[in-house]
């Protein structure tokens, strides 16, 4: 096994060990809210999918050059694999509270790949952004080589969904 195998699996068995394994299924939480669970996500560069998780089943890796970046949308996925809606349902005489997601990672070797969150606008489908925010990340290929990055989705300080292991390549 090479160094950087060894290091990746490490960081995965550490996060497991820290923040529980969800074999990649939301959390079971007993949750007070009505709205719709995480039950995977698709990363995007330039509206083109690179990466699906869904359920237990994983497609796709991430494939970056050394010295260069990549814009990564994530668009979350419901229970049925459809993506998550922004708005959800409420009880009559409820206050509306708002589900924010954000982004962590965990498990990558960052001799290899850099990984730095930020907000993204999103386009609809006729080529116009819409005002509300989406996760994104930028992805940094720093020097040739594989490593895998796990992705955490929060909710508040909450853990809604944990990503299996995100094979990435950086070629020269």
Do not use: R
């Amino acid at each position: 096994m090479t160094f950087n195998k060894v290091v990746t699996w490490i960081s995965i068995l550490a996060a497991a060990l820290l923040f529980g394994c969800s074999e990649s299924k939301p959390l079971d939480q007993e949750d007070e809210h009505d709205h719709e669970s995480v039950g995977g996500f698709v990363l995007l560069v330039d509206e083109e999918e690179i990466h699906l998780q869904f359920q237990e089943e994983q497609e796709g890796v991430a494939h970056v050059l050394e010295g260069e970046a990549l814009e990564v949308e994530v668009v979350l996925l419901n229970e049925h694999g459809e993506p998550l809606e922004d708005e959800h349902d409420h009880h009559e005489g409820e206050e509306e509270e708002e589900h924010e997601h954000s982004l962590a990672f965990t498990g990558y070797d960052s001799a290899i790949i850099e990984i730095h969150t930020h907000e993204h606008d999103h386009e609809n489908g006729e080529g116009e952004e819409e005002e509300h925010e989406g996760l994104a990340f930028e992805l940094t290929g720093l020097a040739h080589g594989s490593t895998a990055f796990t992705l955490w989705v929060l909710e508040g300080e909450a853990t809604v969904y944990t990503s299996l292991p995100i094979l990435t390549h950086v070629e020269e």
